[in-house]
Nanobody, 128 residues
Framework: QVRLVESGGGLVQAGGSLRLSCAAS????????MAWFRQAPGKGREFVAG????????HYTDSVKGRFTISRDNAKNTVYLEMNSLKPEDTAVYYC?????????????????????WGQGTQVTVSS
């Protein structure tokens, strides 16, 4: 089993920045791709950014391209989401996800069903 714990959320004004962290523990050797999703009130869970096991490949949803950066430190079993130029529409609970299926490929995954482990979420609120 793998446990994911997010941190770094909070309240920020529009145009501001936040850095989210997600620390993995447990059977971390099974983790390959990781990603960040978000869920705004009254909406479904949305893919935000994903990163491959090697960190060479990344992918972003169009609405955050150029503003958000995903990265990971495999030595620390941690994935990050640097969020700049935040907008009120970025307000949501942000979830970290990890794919725990053994694979020899180095891919980015974007569908929630492709991930096996989830954190509890961290609230990000952007005021106008």
């Amino acid at each position: 089993q793998v446990r994911l714990v997010e941190s770094g959320g909070g309240l920020v004004q529009a145009g501001g920045s936040l850095r989210l962290s997600c620390a993995a523990s447990g059977h971390t050797s099974s983790i390959s791709a990781m990603a960040w999703f978000r869920q705004a009130p009254g909406k479904g869970r949305e893919f935000v950014a994903g990163i491959s096991r090697s960190a060479i490949l990344t992918h972003y949803t169009d609405s955050v391209k150029g503003r958000f950066t995903i990265s990971r430190d495999n030595a620390k079993n941690t994935v990050y989401l640097e969020m700049n130029s935040l907008k009120p529409e970025d307000t949501a609970v942000y979830y970290c996800a990890a794919r725990g299926r053994i694979s020899h490929s180095d891919n980015v995954w974007v569908d929630a069903m492709d991930f096996d482990y989830w954190g509890q979420g961290t609230q990000v609120t952007v005021s106008s």
